[in-house]
């Protein structure tokens, strides 16, 4: 079983959905979670780090839930920008794990 | 404020020849961590220095080593090259004091065995 999963999509949505993903981890002892950001042939670039509480950038919000172990991203009103691939990411101040990335078209 | 470096930015080598890659971290970091992505793949986890020492691996055989210098910039060794090598290699730097708080990449260093 992988570390951090994710489902890959790709999801196709039109401009002004909201989209919701979800990512589950293994590693009870991760203690470090974010969501990155990956255009084509480009780095991940941080897009946000993800508390307990919950936490809210604009149109982003990420959450944890620790005790099912998963992690979410929701983009309300999305934009034609937002098309990329979303990565979930967790692990420890050793070892950051990354998912597969799931990837988000949002067509006009 | 520099961001994380790579260098160089493409590489060909053959099957069985040694690489090098470089990387400068940003300033203020104290860790740097690299990653090997395949085509359609997510970052895999090669290893983290902290402190001029590794003190996090992943999956990955020892013909890959590393080193952090002083200055918490980093090299990636990787002896033996395979077919399979050629992947884009990522490097990324952070803050860690016990807390991890993300990783800022590279652009990365897009490596092609033949």
């Known amino acids: 079983r992988k570390e951090v999963e994710q489902d890959p999509g790709p999801f196709n949505v039109p401009e002004g959905a909201t989209v919701a993903f979800n990512c589950t981890y293994s590693n009870s002892a991760s203690q470090s979670f974010f969501w990155y950001r990956q255009d084509c042939r480009k780095e991940p670039k941080l897009l946000m780090s993800?508390?307990?509480s919950g936490n809210e950038d604009g149109r982003f919000t990420a959450q944890l839930n620790r005790a099912s172990q998963y992690i979410s991203l929701l983009i309300r009103d999305s934009k034609l920008s937002d098309s990329a691939t979303y990565l979930c990411v967790g692990g420890s101040a050793s070892k950051i794990i990354f998912g597969s990335g799931t990837r988000l078209s949002i067509r006009p | 404020e520099t961001g994380v470096t790579q260098s160089p930015t493409h590489l060909i080598k053959t099957r069985g020849q040694q690489v090098t890659l470089r990387c400068s971290s940003q300033s203020g970091h104290n860790t740097v961590s690299w990653y090997q992505q395949a085509l359609g793949q997510g970052p895999q986890f090669i290893f983290q220095?902290?402190?001029?020492?590794?003190?996090g691996r992943g999956n990955f055989p020892p013909r890959f080593s590393g080193l952090q210098f002083p200055n918490y910039s980093s090299e990636l060794n990787v002896n033996a090259l395979e077919l399979d090598d050629s992947a884009l290699y990522l490097c990324?730097?952070?803050?860690?004091?016990?807390?991890?708080?993300?990783?800022?990449f590279g652009s990365g260093t897009r490596l092609t065995v033949v």
């Open positions: 220095y902290y402190r001029e020492e590794e003190n």
């Open positions: 993800v508390y307990s």
């Open positions: 990324a730097s952070s803050l860690v004091d016990g807390t991890n708080y993300g990783y800022t």
